[in-house]
């Protein structure tokens, strides 16, 4: 569960790769545009650097990326899908290199002149939904045991008073030689404390909140995961690691400094 510096310091670069791999989406992330594009930009960026997709390591799944629309809150699987004005996209996207792994995760709200009132509805719940992300990421430079990310997490969207569901059934986790390990990351409060937080411990912290009930199931597909209620969901994640200087999240690159400044939090570089 717990790296050494010299493992947490080859965690460095997999995070940058998963970063230039979400950027690369971004750029090109518009109405008109196919979710199938969005997964191109994304495996280009990745075989560029000498890595590859840690998604297509899953057994039964062959995108780079994961692309969630509207109602689908995580897993969507890229296709001939045609984004459109005013959905809300949910991009997720890994990178293995060297043996070592990063995974990441943002939303976008597309801009839609007609509908303006749906834009920033759902430009809320992404913003919430990041906001509880980094809630998380700082707690993580105090906390004693893993059990208070969650509960910083829930705070933050509870405390936004909106009505804003947490999905129960999907959480964040530890990273590293896998992109999935243990321990998991709640989103919300649990009454286990969680393992020690100490250096050498990485997780990836990704609350997945919905607009409306919590409740979900998978799509047909066997991947997709949609809200039983038909409201939009919103996903944002980093890998952060914990080391003897404080923290740092891997998959920003700037290791987190503008998203922490909000809660007076200083991330430091892995030496």
Avoid at 26 to 37: D, H, K, S
Avoid at 87 to 102: M, Q, R, T
Avoid at 192 to 208: S, Y
Wanted: aromatic letters at 6%.
């Amino acid at each position: 569960m717990y790296k050494s510096p010299a493992q947490l310091r080859a965690m460095v670069e997999p995070g940058r790769i998963t970063a230039a791999a979400l950027d690369a989406v971004r750029a090109i992330l518009r109405p008109g545009v196919t979710t199938l594009e969005l997964d191109a930009a994304a495996s280009r960026a990745i075989t560029a650097r000498g890595a590859r997709s840690n998604f297509q390591l899953v057994r039964g799944y062959s995108h780079t990326i994961c692309v969630s629309v509207n109602d689908e809150v995580v897993h969507g699987i890229p296709g001939a899908r045609v984004l459109e004005p005013g959905d809300i996209v949910s991009v997720d996207a890994g990178a293995e290199y060297k043996g070592w792994n990063g995974d990441s995760a943002f939303t976008v709200v597309l801009p839609d002149p007609e509908r303006p009132e749906v834009v920033a509805e759902r430009e809320q719940l992404s913003t919430v939904t990041e906001g509880a992300l980094w809630a998380g990421i700082a707690r993580l430079a105090t906390a004693r045991h893993l059990g208070d990310i969650g509960a910083a997490v829930q705070d933050h969207v509870d405390g936004a008073g909106l009505g804003y569901g947490i999905l129960r059934d999907y959480v964040g986790h530890g990273i590293g030689r896998k992109m999935h390990e243990s321990p998991s990351v709640f989103n919300y409060r649990v009454s286990d404390p969680g393992p020690e937080v100490r250096p050498g411990l990485v997780v990836a912290i990704e609350p997945m909140i919905v607009a409306g009930d919590e409740a979900t199931y998978v799509d047909d597909d066997g991947w997709t995961v949609r809200t039983e209620d038909g409201t939009a969901g919103s996903h944002w994640e980093h890998s952060v690691a914990v080391h003897d200087g404080g923290i740092w999240v891997l998959t920003a690159p700037d290791g987190g400094a503008a998203g922490l400044a909000p809660f007076g939090v200083t991330p430091r570089e892995i030496r």
